[in-house]
């Protein structure tokens, strides 16, 4: 079984690989890909200096691979694990620092937070989902990337059903919920849900439970009705016992910024710094000595030691921005030793493949489980999970204000997801007809308004100046690829056209040939450019000696015209037009590609 990580330098890879260690699972080959080799070093050296995953001898549990393109890690994948971040914790810092500053709600997965990464993150997600589709169309892809629900569901739309996003969250609220009612919940998050029947319902970050049957009989309302016990749980103790009661459900620990948004505001505007600037500082901190230990003496013993104590630090301040007040206090232990998603992503991927039935808490499509909500719309909802994969129980219909909020909120985030896909090419087609400038023009026109839609109509945001501002500043800039780029991936597809235009023989044939992939080129071009800027992936990187030219139908004078009044991007006198859609981008390129596939095939 070949199992590959996308985003391998992330911080939290060991946690998946020690719980595939002890899965039983077949693993030959763990691959793991990251865009920024510097991290990618680190973890590669943590997992081989990890105890955990070491037998008697120090002979590695699991073969583990660094490889060097995104096509390698994903050929011959059984399953493949999206752990992405976009922009990196720089982007999620400026995402948290622009809501607050203009007296709004900022977190990672919620509100204008949420909405400005799923702006990063939806069209870097679709280009490898697509990618996935054409190199490993029977892999099962396994997504934890942020924010989990509306990634899932555009990604969904090139891989189907085998792709499945998971959270940590719905089954942390259940083992809570469990050990406070007096049920045994097991030692990990991934088998809390075969215990107990869990009648939880929701988009991520945004669900419910409503009932918790053990032997036949439902423990929740008994719960509900008894305040001293509900204080024991996150939940009781963040919204009170009152609060719960009222709803008659225990809402996830995330409804907390929609229930108190304004004491959530206060406390996070009182915090000296966001959680996102608190992650970054204490990641940075680590990358570098880990860095410096895998050069020096410490070796990869020294850096699985550094990895340990800053993971530990992370468990016990996660969601302390919230945790103030009469709320003050330290993370459960039995929270902490029972693990997070990767809990939940092994004991999924188990079940996909060839390991015993499952019950988990996924993000899968509707399908009819919720008849008021669209079939392709991504839910997170209780599944049985066997080698065919998830099926979504049956689930009692949503309250009006469940299902409001949960409409309310998916909206927003369809919303500023098509808007990215549009902004960056892959949507263009909706942006109406005429010239291919005035198309695309028209193109970056509808996303700005989706995107103002979206951030207007969250309930999060509240603010008609902020919408405006964030929405301005929502949309990825396109990469502007060097020169050297340029010449490189022109000298590749050419080539690669022309050989296979030979195989086929005839001018016809050839002329036809190349026609026919000049859509993949530009495919090709959007994945590798997403994948080689750090605008759209990872840090970012100086860009102040680079050049990329303006298409004449670009021309800035022309665009300030079409953009007056409507909030469009600025136009910079060195870079051209900041945030040329890729549409442009990839066709200009493919047309001088296919432009040189001809002449190098008349030359043959």
């Known amino acids: 079984m070949r199992v590959s990580i996308l985003g391998g330098g992330g911080f939290r890879v060991p946690l998946i690989a020690r719980q595939l260690a002890v899965s039983g699972l077949p693993v030959s080959r763990l691959a793991l890909y990251d865009t920024d080799p510097g991290r990618l070093a680190v973890m590669a050296g943590v997992l081989g200096g990890d105890p ?84 490993a169309p029977d892999a ?40 406070a009612a007096g049920i045994d919940p097991g030692p990990s998050l ?26 036949g009989v439902d423990r929740l309302p008994g719960l509900l009705g008894d305040a001293e016990r509900l204080r024991r749980t996150e939940e009781g103790r963040l919204f009170g016992p009152d609060v719960l009661r009222s709803l008659g459900a225990i809402p996830n620990e995330y409804l907390y910024w929609y229930y108190g948004g304004r004491e959530a505001l206060r406390d996070v505007q009182a915090a000296v710094r966001t959680r996102g600037e608190h992650v970054r500082a204490r990641q940075q901190a680590f990358y570098a000595a880990a860095a410096a230990a895998l050069a020096g003496g410490g070796g990869p013993a020294g850096a699985a030691e550094l990895w340990q104590a800053a993971n530990d630090e992370r468990n016990r301040s996660y969601f302390a921005e919230l945790r103030t007040g009469g709320n003050a206090g330290r993370r459960d232990e039995a929270d902490v030793a029972a693990g997070g998603y990767e809990s939940v992503a092994i004991a999924l991927a188990s ?27 991504v839910i997170e909802v209780p599944c049985a999970v066997h080698g065919e994969g998830p099926v979504p129980l049956p689930a009692p219909a949503p309250t009006a204000h469940q299902l409001g909020l949960m409409s309310a909120v998916r909206a927003s985030e369809r919303d500023i997801a098509d808007a990215a896909l549009l902004a960056s090419g892959r949507l263009a087609g909706l942006g109406g ?57 022109s000298y590749r597809y050419s080539s690669f056209l022309c050989r296979a235009a030979q195989d086929r023989g005839g001018a016809d044939a050839r002329r036809g040939q190349v026609m026919d992939r000049v859509e993949e080129i ?61 549409r442009t981008a990839s066709r200009t390129i493919s047309t001088r590609l296919l432009a040189s596939s001809l002449v190098r095939m008349r030359e043959m």
Request: hydrophobic fraction near 40%; charge should be positive.
């Open 351 to 377: 079940a996909l493949c060839g390991g015993p039935a499952a019950r988990l808490i996924l993000n899968v499509r509707n399908g009819g489980t919720v008849p008021a909500l669209r079939p392709d719309l």
């Open 190 to 215: 991934g088998a809390v849900t075969d215990r107990v029947e869990a009648d939880y319902l929701g988009i991520n970050h945004l669900g419910w439970l409503r009932g918790l049957r053990a032997d």
């Open 52 to 135: 955990a995953l070491s037998l008697a001898g120090g002979r590695a549990r699991i073969p583990v691979t660094a490889v060097a393109g995104l096509d390698e890690a994903l050929r011959g994948a059984d399953v493949i694990f999206c752990a992405l971040r976009p922009g990196g914790l720089d982007g999620r810092v400026g995402d948290e620092r622009a809501a607050l500053a203009l007296g709004v709600l900022g977190q990672e997965t919620v509100g204008a937070g949420g909405l400005a990464s799923a702006a990063r993150t939806v069209p870097v997600a679709d280009a490898i989902a697509r990618r996935i589709a054409e190199l």
């Open 522 to 582: 530009g495919q090709r071009l959007r994945i590798e450019g997403c994948l080689a800027s750090g605008d759209q992936w990872g840090e970012p990187r100086d860009r102040s000696e680079e050049r990329w030219p303006v298409p004449p139908d670009r021309h800035p004078g022309r665009l300030r015209r079409r953009r007056a009044g409507h909030g469009g991007r600025r136009v910079d006198g060195r870079h051209g037009v900041r945030g040329t859609p890729w």
């Open 433 to 489: 007809a005429g010239t291919a400038g005035d198309a695309a023009a028209d193109a970056r026109e509808r996303a700005d308004e989706l995107a103002l839609r979206a951030f207007v109509s969250h309930p999060l945001v509240g603010s008609l100046d902020a919408a405006r501002a964030l929405a301005a500043a929502a949309l990825p800039t396109p990469s502007r690829p060097t020169a050297s780029h340029y010449t490189e991936l």
């Open 140 to 179: 099962w892809v396994i997504s934890m990337t942020n924010p989990a629900g509306i990634v899932t569901e555009v990604m969904a739309e090139a891989l189907g059903p085998r792709v499945i996003g998971v959270c940590d969250s719905p089954v942390g609220l259940i083992r809570r919920a469990c050990v």
